[in-house]
């Protein structure tokens, strides 16, 4: 069950019911991951101060520190892909999750198979071949895709691993329009149910990382009815 | 989770008794004014009417006190005068007399027969009613009376002149207590009207100022209606009044209450929601790792295994199902309008609900049709629908893209999507019942292994409704053996004309909201049934206040 790039790959999986906890854990475990696991928001933040994981799982919903909570604290440090558990999938939880930080969602009752689809999907490195160019330049921005590197004006910008893989998407073809479906799907590995919140949200958040003015933005721009897409 | 129970909508209708004059229907307000000002009317008529007959008879005493005296004076100086009853003699005696009246003789001296002197002739004797002529000379008595001649009112009197044939009359004109009467009369018709329209307007006033509490608890109440659960009425405004304090303590206390019911009900269905989503997600694990590891069963237990694989499956859509419906029951149900390319979401749709493909036809044009709809609420009536087929026939055939006009059923245009199978069809009699809850149809009776519980349609049917649209069956267009499951959605333009960054809007908006967009001309107008949508603030309560607990 290795097969799948997973070995060695760890999880902190922060979830508050046990039995919850305990069969979730034993799932991924069969999809071949390495599982740390928090009962607590504190003891997710202590647990990944120590060993930083490579994925962490958040459920909302967590006595003491909420997730939204841990969720920001690890945002502050690392640029981990995280995925967090809401109870539904019409609350305001959703975007506040990925406002606080979060990649990715689901909700209860989580599917082992579907989750360890999305991490996986998080965890894709940027294709080589992506873009034709190593170097892209729009304007004062600048994107190097195999190095993970975004600059500004000649200084780096930080960005989460999505965040960069959806600047690089629509790098890939400067100008060309991409509807919030396609971007789920490349980006996030998303089928048709795929929430577009998580296209706007992040978004949102790349703006404000990469744009002078992210209220007028000059390179994310939006076409209105149709997507998003990236202008030189 | 009663079936059919109406939510959220105000009775209208009251069974009031009505007040009415002659078609004309009167409030409580027109009533306390109507009242107030015949009160009014009828004080004032009163006032006026009594008035004028005391001024009248005031009047008329004056004068006919001043013609007794002078009537009594002039027959004396007649009497003392008078030395034959010649004619000429009695004209000069007459005129001499001093100015006041109009003096006139009767004289029955020579028994030539009576002889008439009158200083005025209009005014004479003659002139007189005869009932008096006839009292003063055949009865010899003292007569006074008043009569009405085309010139005005006339007050006559006669005495006999004692000693002697003669009969002395005067007559003075009343044309001047004619002009006081009339012009008081006038006046207090006027003041009469007044004085009504006063009483009117004061009983509309004071009857403002007394049902003002009672339009408070109105508004109050339709804000209730409204979905505005917190509106209270300010009980310290009324405490001191012993007749509407009660009133006040009793609405807020009912307002309160019901508050309480819908918010436990809301509570309950996210409690519920979280309950039941805790365990199912540990049997679902649970059962994924034992299928993982499934080889290593006895070959008994691996046939348990598929068996609770099978009903898990059932059991995780069943819960789901319950949730979202009573999320709707509980009114906590919130429409996200999204921007949606309609042709490639049903594509899409189909694909994600069947191996096998299915046909999907548009009409030609509607391919780049985009339309402003809940996208995952569409996605699910397509997965209901689809399912459906796949449960009763064997799979959908073909899947139809149609648009209809403004003239064809309603205001706005539309559009259809249908999924068609071959299967048994369903009779003209299931057809309104088929989207009730846990309603199997006559197909039902016999469980597959893969059944539903009847939930599909019925969420198929409000997540339609939320949106302005509905859901029905009938024949395949074809007429051909089998059914045909038609969504119809407003077609709903999507918001180019709106000042958004994301390419389309988030913010999720309510039915009234989206409503009063079409209002606006933003978009064309499309039915809402406003009956699912709950109070915003409920559900924001709901979701921030308890589900993170």
């Known amino acids: 069950m290795g097969d799948n790039g997973a070995v060695g790959t760890r999880i902190l999986y922060v979830e508050d019911d046990e039995r919850i906890r305990g069969s979730v854990k034993l799932a991924l475990e069969d999809e071949g991951w390495v599982v740390d696991e928090a009962g607590t ?184 009815g149709l997507g998003y897409k990236l202008q030189p | 989770m009663s079936a059919d129970a109406p939510r959220n909508q105000p009775e209208r209708e009251h069974a009031a008794p009505r007040y009415e004059i002659e078609g ?108 008096l002529r006839s009292k003063v000379v055949e009865d010899r008595e003292p007569a006074m009376m008043r009569f009405a001649t085309d010139a005005g009112t006339l007050l006559a009197a006669g005495v006999p002149i004692p000693d002697t044939e003669l009969f002395y009359f005067e007559v003075t004109p009343l044309y001047d207590v004619d002009t006081a009467i009339r012009t008081l009369r006038v006046m207090l018709i006027g003041a009469t009207l007044a004085a009504t329209v006063v009483a009117m307007m004061l009983g509309f006033w004071s009857s403002r100022y007394a049902l003002r509490p009672l339009k408070r608890i109105g508004e109050a109440a339709e804000s209730v209606a409204m979905g505005q659960l917190d509106t209270r009425i300010d009980y310290d405004a009324y405490a001191a009044d012993v007749d509407l304090a009660p009133l006040v303590a009793n609405f807020n206390g009912m307002v309160s209450a019901l508050q309480d019911r819908i918010d436990r009900d809301a509570r309950f269905a996210s409690d519920v929601s979280h309950e039941l989503r805790s365990p199912l997600t540990t049997l679902n694990a649970s059962i994924e790792v034992l299928a993982n590891n499934r080889d290593e069963l006895p070959e008994r237990a691996q046939q348990a295994l598929d068996l609770l694989r099978l009903d898990m499956r059932r059991f995780t859509q069943l819960v789901e199902d319950l949730l979202e419906i009573s999320r709707f029951d ?98 003209e009699s299931e057809r309104a019942r088929i989207f009730d809850r846990f309603n199997r149809g006559d197909q039902g009776g016999s469980r597959g292994t893969d059944a539903g519980v009847g939930l599909g349609l019925a969420l198929a049917a409000e997540h339609a ?26 077609m709903i333009a999507p918001h180019e004309e709106r000042d958004d960054e994301e390419p389309t809007d988030l913010a999720s908006i309510t039915p009234e909201e989206a409503e009063s967009l079409a209002l606006t001309g933003e978009l064309p107008a499309i039915r809402m049934d406003q009956r699912t949508e709950p109070p915003r603030t409920i559900t924001e309560r709901h979701e921030a206040g308890t589900e993170r607990t």
């Open chain 2, 330 to 427: 509980a009114g906590a149900v919130r429409l996200e309008l999204d921007d949606v390319h309609l042709v490639p979401t049903v594509e899409a749709a189909v694909r994600a609900a069947s191996d096998e493909p299915i046909p999907v036809e548009a009409e030609p044009g509607l391919e780049h049709l985009v339309v402003a709809c809940d996208k995952r609420r569409l996605m699910r009536i397509l997965a209901n629908f689809l399912d459906n087929a796949r449960k009763y026939a064997d799979g959908a055939t073909g899947v139809y893209v149609e648009s209809h006009g403004a003239d064809d059923i309603g205001p706005a245009p539309t559009v259809r999507i249908a999924v068609e199978d071959n299967g048994p069809g369903v009779p």
């Open chain 1, 41 to 224: 928001g504190e003891e997710a933040i202590l647990s990944f101060d120590r060993t930083p994981a490579d994925v962490v799982l958040i459920d909302i919903m967590l006595p003491g520190i909420d997730g939204f909570e841990v969720c920001r604290s690890i945002r502050r440090t690392s640029d981990v892909p995280i995925i967090m558990v809401t109870a539904r999938a019409d609350t305001h939880d959703v975007v506040a999750g990925l406002e606080a930080g979060a990649d990715d969602y689901m909700t209860n009752p989580l599917q082992p198979k579907e989750l360890s689809a999305r991490i996986r999907a998080l965890l894709r490195r940027v294709r080589p071949g992506t873009t034709a160019n190593p170097r892209l330049r729009f304007g004062e921005l600048e994107v190097v895709p195999q190095e993970g590197v975004v600059t500004r004006d000649g200084e780096e910008v930080h960005l989460t691993k999505t965040e960069f893989r959806l600047l690089v998407e629509l790098a890939s073809h400067p100008g060309k329009v991409f509807s919030r479906e396609d971007l789920l799907e490349k980006v996030w590995g998303h089928g048709v149910f795929g929430d577009g919140r998580l296209v706007d949200v992040h978004i949102r958040r790349l703006r404000t990382k990469v744009e002078p003015d992210p209220a007028h933005p000059r390179h994310v721009v939006t076409v209105r």
């Open chain 2, 465 to 490: 409704r939320l949106q302005g649209g509905r859901v029905w069956v009938e024949d395949r267009h074809d007429g051909g053996q089998g059914a045909r499951f038609v969504i119809e959605l407003p």
């Open chain 2, 24 to 131: 004309i229907r009167f409030g409580l307000r027109g009533r306390i004014t109507l009242a107030v000002a015949l009160v009014g009317l009828f004080l004032s008529v009163v006032l006026s009417f009594t008035t004028l007959t005391v001024a009248q008879d005031t009047l008329l005493d004056k004068r006919e006190e001043g013609l007794t005296a002078r009537i009594a004076a002039n027959s004396a100086t007649i009497r003392g005068n008078v030395t034959n009853a010649d004619p000429s003699e009695l004209q000069t005696l007459l005129s001499s007399l001093p100015d006041g009246g109009i003096p006139s003789l009767v004289s029955l001296d020579g028994g030539r027969g009576p002889v008439t002197v009158s200083v005025d002739a209009r005014y004479g004797v003659e002139s007189l009613p005869p009932e």
